[in-house]
């Protein structure tokens, strides 16, 4: 059974740093994408950021030059380093295995974990 798990939010201050961690089970990222998304209270979920099984890595243009996206293939875990935090991005970030390359067609979500930016 396809699983992840998040984990690493948090509360922290404007300019701050955070690391979210994405653990899968049941299957290896040599065969799945791995998408970052976040929910903000009142908005749709967005995607954030995406590492294909093939290790290509995209992002959306209101976190590209902070956020990075890696993985540890000996952990199987997918990993989103968040630097320069703003308010506007708090939300609840979900990671999720994905049939396709873009990640979309998402095969299992995660539970999401809170990230409050907030001075």
């Known amino acids: 059974q396809l699983q992840v798990v998040e984990s690493g939010g948090g509360l922290v201050q404007p300019g701050g740093s955070l690391r979210l961690s994405c653990e899968a089970s049941?299957?290896?990222?040599?065969?799945?994408?791995i998408g970052w998304f976040r929910q903000a209270p009142g908005k749709e979920r967005l995607g954030v950021s995406c590492?294909?099984?093939?290790?290509?890595?995209t992002y959306a243009e209101s976190v590209k030059g902070r956020f990075t996206v890696s993985r540890d293939h000996a952990k199987n875990t997918v990993y989103l380093r968040m630097n320069n935090l703003k308010p506007e991005d708090t939300a609840v970030y979900y990671c999720?295995?994905?049939?396709?390359?873009?990640?979309?067609?998402?095969?299992?979500w995660g539970q999401g974990t809170q990230v409050t930016v907030s001075s």
């Open positions: 590492i294909s099984s093939g290790g290509t890595t």
């Open positions: 999720a295995a994905a049939n396709r390359a873009d990640c979309t067609s998402v095969a299992s």
């Open positions: 049941g299957f290896t990222l040599d065969y799945y994408a």
